[in-house]
């Protein structure tokens, strides 16, 4: 699977709330970092998109733009709680498994 296909499916699991499927192309030491943390290690990873979808039930993940270089990936997206965009960049690192290794996101 290409790398632009598994980013789209990893948008879409997680605009359906679906651990089972992030779980499955989430690497076992993937890091997640974003403006508010800096985790590591698959079932950590989980547990907060878990209190994510938990505390806000109404949050899309909107593609606009993606890059494809190598094995990373650079998606500007629009991330919409409830009636509030937030403006971000994911930057999305896999490894040679194919599994994401790494989710870099700043806001913009």
Known sequence: ???????????KAWNEQNLEKLSVLFDNKIRLKDWDIDIKGKKNVLKANKKIFDN???????PKHTI???NKAACE???????????VVDIITFNSKKKIIEIKAFKI
Do not use: P
């Open 68 to 70: 494809i270089s190598k």
């Open 56 to 62: 806000v039930k109404k949050i899309k993940c909107i």
């Open 77 to 87: 997206v629009n991330i919409l709680v409830k009636k509030r965009k937030i403006n």
């Open 1 to 11: 699977m290409t790398i632009k296909k598994l980013v789209i499916k990893y948008q």
